[in-house]
């Protein structure tokens, strides 16, 4: 019977470790691509830097802010600026008064390299066209977002096993492409993690009482 009672509250002790993980929900492979903003900071777990280009406008056809830098390749217009964005492109702007954005030019497709100061493994802004738009995510990372001409959409991702510093933004077609409230860091351990470590030491533990039980 203390045998039997041992056995439970290690049992116990490692589902208490498991709880966190079944119960957030949250995703344990990698990567992850998330559009629902909320989601993505649940899953980041806090933490993250942020930016939302409210600083002194900054025009060029490379600008840096803080960790963050943009630069495009490619188009005949090369330039970015994080002034308040003219009337037909104005919803690029999410958070405060400015956003980055700049213009890909009918005839030209060019290729903007967002690139982060150290790797990181979680990535999320808001990105506008001011044309339907199928833009194509690449540098270390692979991915696509099909966006409707402006109207805010979300692209976040968090790769916990290969961190990334270099993001390329392609948009064919030569439309306006805007990008605000960029968050951006290294996630906390997925609860997963701490569930196994539950479970491991839960198991040390009930093998020592057994080997102490049997030698008494």
């Not at 060029?60 to 037909?88: C, I, M, P, Q, R």
């Not at 400015?98 to 030019?105: E, L, R, T, V």
């Not at 339907?132 to 692209?155: K, M, Q, R, Y």
């Amino acid at each position: 019977m203390k045998w039997k009672n041992l056995a439970q509250a290690a049992l116990a002790t490692a589902a208490f470790f498991a709880l966190p993980c079944l119960w957030s929900g949250r995703a344990v492979a990698a990567p992850v691509i998330y559009t629902d903003r909320a989601a993505f900071n649940l899953a980041a777990g806090g933490g993250l830097s942020f930016e939302s280009f409210e600083s002194n406008p900054i025009s060029g056809a490379t600008v840096t802010y803080g960790n963050l830098s943009f630069k495009e390749t490619f188009g005949t217009v090369d330039h970015f600026t994080n002034t308040a964005l003219v009337n037909f492109f104005s919803a690029a702007t999410t958070d405060g008064q400015n956003s980055i954005w700049y213009d890909d030019n009918d005839n030209s497709v060019s290729t903007l390299t967002f690139g982060l100061a150290s790797p990181v493994t979680a990535l999320g802004f808001d990105i506008t066209a001011s044309e339907n738009n199928t833009v194509a995510i690449g540098g270390d990372l692979n991915s696509s977002i099909n966006l409707t001409a402006n109207t805010p959409s979300f692209f976040g991702i968090i790769d916990t096993t290969t961190p990334f510093s270099n993001v390329t933004i392609t948009a064919g077609g030569g439309p306006n492409v805007g990008f605000d409230a960029v968050a951006y860091g290294r996630a906390i351990p997925e609860p997963s993690t701490l569930a196994l470590l539950g479970l491991g030491l839960s198991g040390a533990a009930l093998f020592a009482l057994r080997k102490k039980i049997r030698g008494a």
